[in-house]
């Protein structure tokens, strides 16, 4: 006949250990709706996504990075940007990856590339991050590439109109008491500089003193 005290201690066992299964199974739902919320960001960002690990190899990319460059995600994961870049951009690329995973932070650049979506260059904008494991160290990296071609074409559009205007085109900070832009007809017509425009109070201290106060 089984012993009552200890059918009693393997029913609470049970009791246990369906309680750590269930908690298992509601952990395991919270991480899979998690993992689809980060998926849904990640594939219908307008943005190109990826993410890698330190030897600069792909280990996600998303949608738009499909398209902008004509490859799939379970085609690329495990590869290189040699595999699918071109040289160039290829050395650009790790170039920046490095000085990610080397100084833990955010780094910036702008690229011309040739696109499969309409075989034209475009000016890509890449911020890439570092990516940290659980001990603070950092374990890969990822990035958030922007097609910037049509604002650069705009400002290449306007610097050229500014440029060919026979007057001074300027936008002042009244803030910091600073010029931020000053067109190249400033230093042809007056004689100062870029850089002496830029200076603090520059406009000040070259202004004449009957005008200062009404200006």
């Known amino acids: 006949m089984d012993d009552p005290f200890r059918l009693e201690k393997l029913k609470a066992k049970n009791r246990n250990l369906v309680t750590k299964l269930q908690k298992l199974l509601l952990r395991e739902r ?12 990640f594939n219908n960002a307008p943005v190109e996504l990826y ?27 495990g590869k290189l940007p040699t595999d699918i870049h071109n040289p160039e951009l290829a050395k650009a690329t790790r170039i920046l990856d490095l000085a990610v995973l080397s100084s833990a932070e955010i780094q910036h650049r702008e690229d011309k590339v040739l696109l499969v979506t ?16 659980d001990t603070g160290a950092v374990n ?8 910037i071609t049509e604002q650069r074409q705009v400002e290449d559009r306007f610097r050229n109109i500014v440029d060919t205007i026979d007057g001074i085109v300027w936008e002042y900070d009244i803030n910091s008491d600073q010029f ?28 004449h003193t009957d005008d200062r106060l009404a200006v």
């Open 118 to 133: 309409d075989d034209r260059i475009h000016t890509l904008s890449t911020i890439k991050f570092p990516v940290f494991d």
């Open 51 to 77: 993410l890698k690990d330190k030897e600069g190899r792909y280990l996600k990319i998303n949608k738009q990075f499909e398209k902008i460059f004509g490859v799939k995600n379970s085609d690329l994961i």
């Open 30 to 41: 919270e991480l899979l709706d998690h993992q689809q919320q980060i998926d849904a960001l």
């Open 140 to 147: 890969g990296l990822g990035a958030i590439v922007t097609d």
């Open 180 to 207: 931020t832009y000053v067109s190249p007809q400033a230093e042809i017509l007056l004689g100062y500089s870029d850089e002496d425009w830029k200076t603090a109070g520059f406009w000040l201290r070259t202004m």
